[in-house]
């Protein structure tokens, strides 16, 4: 296990290598690598153990009745899933997590990681700590995109979006995490709908982007746009 790594993880933050190392004999851990689009995690199964990537990233896939399907979450390296559900004994996940790209995973079972172990680590609780620093920015996270999803036109969405990383940035010039097609997807619409409208604001002077950077045309009047 990459133990530095480790500790510059939200999840490890505050935590010397040396006690990782100790912590880890205790939480339970095991590693896991995974190819591009394999399954990590089935919707349908319950699940007791926190996930985290370690190297690569990872997809949240919800899967329709009807066959299609739907990116829900992206997970980055050093970042953790499956907690809510991992925290409800026996709760089956709604959705898959799918490799993006190869990946290795590092498994920590919640029960162990909420409990102090016997060996009584004293950073044991700065741990714990850490997980619900994360939790709640998960959950202002998910406000976030309800807030976003909320309008009905595209065009709403997106400046909702957009003026949201402008105030993230402190800039009016900024790049985005997301291509094209993990935009359609978190905003909940479809992606060439998306791409002739960032067309089309661009045209009317209200934006402009090249790629996944975007520049807000502050004199312009919103109310005139919308």
Not at 103 to 117: E, G, M, P, Q
Not at 153 to 158: D, E, M, P
Not at 171 to 186: G, N, P
Request: glycine content about 6%.
């Amino acid at each position: 296990m990459d133990v530095q790594m480790l500790s510059a993880t939200p999840l490890f933050h505050g935590i010397r290598e040396d006690e990782i190392r100790q912590m880890l004999s205790c939480l339970g851990t095991h590693e896991k690598a995974y190819k591009k689009n394999e399954l990590i995690l089935r919707a349908g199964d319950p699940v007791h153990e926190i996930g985290m990537v370690e190297s690569g990233s990872a997809n949240i896939v919800v899967n329709f009745y009807w066959g299609s399907s739907n990116i829900f979450g992206h997970i980055e390296q050093g970042r953790i899933f499956a907690e809510n559900y991992a925290a409800i004994p026996g709760k089956e996940l709604l959705c898959d997590v799918v490799a993006a790209e190869p990946c290795k995973i590092l498994f920590l079972d919640l029960n162990k990681l909420l409990n102090v172990c016997q060996n009584g680590c004293s950073f044991h609780n700065r741990l714990v700590h850490n997980l619900v620093r994360i939790l709640a920015q998960k959950s202002l996270n998910l406000s976030s995109r309800m807030m976003h999803i909320a309008p009905k036109s595209l065009r709403a969405r997106l400046l909702s979006y957009l003026s949201e990383q402008a105030l993230i940035h402190g800039s009016t010039h900024f790049a985005i995490s997301f291509d094209r097609q993990q935009l359609a997807d978190y905003l909940s619409v479809d992606r060439s709908a998306l791409s002739n409208e960032l067309s089309k604001m661009q045209r009317e002077g209200l934006i402009s982007y090249k790629k996944n950077v975007f520049t807000l045309n502050k004199e312009a009047q919103l109310a005139d746009y919308l």
